[in-house]
Structures are given as structure tokens and as C-alpha cells.
């Protein structure tokens, strides 16, 4: 077996040795049993049986690391594949910075190691969780066949973190392990971690949210723990995001060609004010207002997922090399900020002011600010494509006070613009800013499924081009196998 090959000789593929790994091996054999039990009884509802043209991930060579063929959710190969070890890796930053990169866990670092891996892999099984009922109203087999492959994918990332547990942190990683599969997201008992994660994902249009701006938020959560001076929580997290690319694609491209039939049927209706709800909602359209509540819905709960904009968990994890930077390495200073500052939005006297602070609290918001920018340039895409039709509307990202429950603002009511209102105005008007129940009823109006290969909802454009390139009527999920 070469690093770059997956091992398909034991139960679980893998590119780590594990069949010499025997202590390994056999715990993660004890896991995937309960792993199967919880995606029969938590992952897609309805569809175990239906053949998926799937990709499935047999190597780590970027060149080629996947392959495409019909499977069967339940038999998915979950596999442990971590990117090739780099010779002679150093860590990257904080106060270790320079010294070779760790293939073991540093004892000192050990619960904190633990935590930031177990919420990692807490994330992965909540967002199945909360797609589940999706495949019963997927507004195409192209779409269906989407929501299962971004599924799948976010079980091979419980895998991974997994494997890490079990590998390194000897019986409290098994315990961990065991719980992974134990919390369940909305569960008032047993919640997921973190906020994000609980909420639902009752339509379509959240599903194309959540993966633009919370799979996003695994993104760059994901490329500063691939800068971990840990280097096998590095490896992991940096072939994770070779996946984690499609599962933005899905999001940007499904909102994208929502957008694009939206304003085509405008146009054809002769609608030019994008606010004639009513009217627009009659062409079988969702209104690009209630979009724009949706999104406002979505980047702030997403923005929650970054933690306090000051936060001294995150200064001790970059001090310990644990956790770094978005491109770390790529960033030109001295890798250990003791003394530089990062400009922070904060509420001083009842006012949104920018205060500098010293950039090692700060890195939370530095690494939010990142996010920021990449969510703009989604939206400048997507705003293209209200542009080319002649509609004339744009989508901006709302304030980052706006709707928050984590951090500087989580006591203050403010609108999307960033104006400061009292509890009362909030309460009159919220339903301006974010879905509300009508909005809701509308969407859910529009969630029939559509299962001709080729055919597309009313609501929603087709795509560009197929998955591996298959032309547009290809059958990617068949139902009835
Ligand atoms: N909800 O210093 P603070 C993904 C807690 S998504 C609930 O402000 P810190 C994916 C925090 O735990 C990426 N609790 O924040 C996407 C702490 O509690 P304790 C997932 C929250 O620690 C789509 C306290 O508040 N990966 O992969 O600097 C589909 C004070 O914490 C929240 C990661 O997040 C919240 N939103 O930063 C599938 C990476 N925020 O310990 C997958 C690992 C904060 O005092 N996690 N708290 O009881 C981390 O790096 C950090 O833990 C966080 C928080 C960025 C989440």
C-alpha cells in the first residue's frame, strides 16, 4: 500500500495501516455498528434501498481521488484517508512555532486537542440529522442525488475525527466516540453542540443556505485545523476539504439557479418590482425578498458558529500550535502575535464601535472576517446572475449584529443594516428581516418532489452541466431498486 492508495482489503478503507493497526482497527470495527445504526435510523428517510450514482473516495492523489457508481447509501465504503504526510513539516505558529510538527498528542495539549476534534465531529452526523426528510421533496433527481452525496461525505468527516479519537486519546476517544452517535440535533436531552446545528432544515432552500454559508463555516474551520501543529488532525482536516468543495458548489449553485428562475419567470411575467410578492409567488417562484430573509437567517446563525469576537480559548489553541490561522503559512508576520493588535467590533456605550485589540484574543474574528469576505464574493456571483436577467435587485449580507445569540451582540436587537432598535421594534418587525411563518407555509408549498430524470421544479433552474459530466436526463437515483 503506497500513502496515496486506499487499503480495501478490511472493512473499513483506509489509507493509514490499520491492518497493522490491530487495537485501531478493531475499535473502529466495535464502532461502525452503531455507526450503520444510526444512518438507518437518522440519515436520508426513505431512500436506503434507492440506488445513488455516488462518488466515493479511493485515493488521496488530487489528480484523481474519487470514483463515480451507483451505491447503495447503507454500503457507502466510509473510509479513514488523511493527505499525504509532508517531510519535515513544522509547526506553523504560536509558541512552538518552528519545531517539528507533533505525530503524537502532546500531553499538555491533550483535552484541548479533544474538545476542538470532538465539535468538529459533532458538526458532521448534526447536519445529516437535520437533512434527513429532504429526499422526499427534492426538486429534481440531480438535486436528490446532491443531498445524499453531501450526506454520505459528512459521515466519512464523523469517520475521520473518529479515527482520531480512537487512534490518540485511548479510552476517553472511545467514550467520545460512543457519544457522537448519541446527541441528536434539536434534542432538548441531548442537543449537537453547537447552535447552528440544532436548528431545522425544513425546506430546500435552507438546505442551499446552510450548504453555502454553514458548510462555509466548516471550511474555514476546517483549513485552521489542517494548520495544526498536531500533524494527523492536519492531514485529516486537509483531504476533508478536498470534499467539502462540492458541498459549497451544491449550495452556491442551487441557490444560484434559484435566483435565475425567479427572475427569468419576472421577466417573462412582465413583473419588474421584485416586491410584488404575490404576484411572483403566483408563477410558482419563491420572491427574491423571502430569499434574502433566508439568507439573513443563515449567514447569522452561521456567523454564531465562529464563537465570542474575543475569546481566550482561541488565543491558548493558536498559542499551543493547536489551531492557526486561515492560510497560516501564507500570512506574512511573525506567527505568534504577541504583540500585534486585530481590529474587533465591539458595543461600547450603547454604540457599534471598532476597538483594536491584541490579535491573539481576536482570532475568532479574524477568522470570521475571512469568512466574510468569501461569503461576499459568493453573493457578487450570485448578484450577477439577478443582473444578467435585467432584474433589478441585489443580495447583501446582513450586519454582523444582527441576530446574533454568541458573542459582542448577543444581547442587542439590531436590523440588518446595523441600526440598534429596542426589544419592541424587533418584536413588530422581525418578520421583515427573517422568514417568517407565512414565508415558511409558501416555500413548503413549493417542496413537491419531482423524480423524472430530467425534470426540474417549478421553483428552480436546471443545472449547467451534470455531475461527472452525465448529460441532463441521467437517471442519477434510482428509486425503486
Ligand atoms: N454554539 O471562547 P468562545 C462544519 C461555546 S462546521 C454553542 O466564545 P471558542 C460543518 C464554546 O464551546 C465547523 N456554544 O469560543 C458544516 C465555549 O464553551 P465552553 C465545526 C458555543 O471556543 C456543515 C464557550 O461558548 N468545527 O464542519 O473560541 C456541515 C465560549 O467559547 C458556540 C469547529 O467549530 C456556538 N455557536 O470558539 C457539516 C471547529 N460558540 O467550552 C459540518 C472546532 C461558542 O466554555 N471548534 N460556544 O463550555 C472550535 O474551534 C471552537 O470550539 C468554536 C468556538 C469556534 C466552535
Known sequence: MTIQNVDYSTKIPNNVGLTEDRQVLRALEQWHPGFINWWMDMGPAGFQEALVYLRTAVSVDPKGWAK???????EYRWGVLLAPQEEGRKIPFGRHYGE??????????RAMLRRLIVIQGDTEPASVEQQRHLGKTAPSLYDLRNVFQVNVEEGRHLWAMVYLLQKYFGRDGRDEAAELLQRRSGDPDKPRMLGAFN???????????FTFFTDRD?????????????????????????????????????????????CEAMKQAGIEDPNEIEKVRALGVIDLPTMKK??????????????????????NAFNAGIKGRFQETKIEDDHKLENSTYPVLKLVDGEIKRVDEPALTAINMRLRDDYTADCQRGLDRWNKIIERTGVQYRLDLPHVAFHRHIGEFKELKATPDGAIVDEATWQRDHDKWLPSKDDGDFIQSLMK?????????????????????????????????
Open 218 to 262: 466548516g471550511k474555514m474551520q476546517l483549513e485552521s485545523l489542517a494548520q495544526s501543529g498536531f500533524d494527523p488532525l492536519s492531514r485529516t482536516t486537509r483531504f476533508m476539504l478536498t470534499e467539502e468543495a462540492h458541498h459549497m458548489f451544491v449550495g452556491e449553485t442551487g441557490i444560484g439557479r434559484t435566483l435565475q428562475r425567479t
Open 449 to 481: 418532489p419531482v423524480i423524472e430524470p430530467g425534470k426540474f421544479a417549478s421553483w428552480i433552474a436546471p443545472p449547467r452541466v451534470g455531475i461527472d459530466n452525465k448529460p441532463g436526463d441521467f437517471e442519477y437515483v434510482k428509486i425503486a431498486a
Open 199 to 209: 436548528e431545522a432544515t425544513p425546506d430546500w432552500l435552507s438546505f442551499h443556505m
Open 100 to 109: 517539528p510538527a507533533w505525530q503524537e498528542v502532546p500531553g499538555e495539549y
Open 68 to 74: 463515480f457508481d451507483y451505491v447503495k447509501m447503507p
Open 294 to 315: 433566508k439568507l439573513n437567517l443563515h449567514y447569522s446563525l452561521s456567523l454564531d458558529l465562529f464563537g465570542s469576537e474575543v475569546s481566550t480559548n482561541a488565543a
